[in-house]
Structure formats: C-alpha cells, structure tokens
C-alpha cells in the first residue's frame, strides 16, 4: 500500500493561491495514478483532480478546472496540486490517493491526515 502525507494548507483570501504537496511512501509511486480528494464540512469526499503515473493525461473536476494544476515528480514520490483563484467553496479538507484509474476516479489506499484549505470571503 501506498501511505501519503499532505502538506501545504492554510488560510488565504478569495482570488489567492495555495500549493498543496503529498509525499508517499512506496517505492512503485512512480507506476501508480494520484489523485487529489477534498472533503467540505457535511459533504461527500470528492476527486478534485488526477494524475496518471507519466504525467501524460490529467482529470479535474468541472468545479476547478482552468484554476487547479495537478503535477507529480516520481523521483521524489511526490504528487502536487496548485491552486489559484480561489474561492470560498474551495473550503475543505484536501487529501491525496492512490487512484484505480483516471476513469473510475476511485480511491485505492489508506488515507492521510489531509491538509485543510480555508478560502476567506
């Protein structure tokens, strides 16, 4: 299994910019496809964005694309997600995973602690 550790989070004003990272554990990281989570307060945890192992072919959600960039480096086992614009819906705790596939958008391994973005108005 894949154990990841979030980082990045903060408090940051409307039309501000956070980068979120996640650093994993496993040494076949660089075979496995990433994704981003976030969960808001009473509300489902939904994928935000995704990443294929060769950083060829990207998902993100309607919600936050054209404002969000995911990126990896597999060296590093690291997987990253940029976000600019934002706006207070974007709220949430974010949490990083390894996913099944770009198409299923499915979470495949034990979550992390998650990191928290708060979006102020």
């Known amino acids: 299994q894949v154990h990841v550790a979030e980082s990045g989070g903060g408090l940051v004003q409307a039309g501000g910019s956070l980068r979120l990272s996640c650093v994993a554990s496993?040494?076949?990281?660089?075979?496995?496809?990433m994704g981003w989570f976030r969960q808001a307060p009473g509300t489902e945890r939904e994928l935000v964005a995704g990443?294929?192992?060769?950083?060829?072919?990207?998902y993100y959600a309607d919600s936050v694309k054209g404002r969000f960039t995911i990126s990896r480096d597999n060296v590093e086992k690291a997987v990253y997600l940029q976000m600019n614009s934002l706006k207070p819906e974007d709220t949430a705790v974010y949490y990083c995973?390894?996913?099944?596939?770009?198409?299923?958008?499915?979470?495949?391994?034990?979550w992390g602690q998650g990191t928290q973005v708060t979006v102020s108005s």
């Open positions: 995973n390894v996913l099944y596939s770009l198409d299923s958008r499915s979470p495949s391994g034990p």
């Open positions: 496993q040494r076949t990281f660089s075979t496995r496809v």
């Open positions: 990443i294929n192992w060769s950083a060829t072919s990207t």
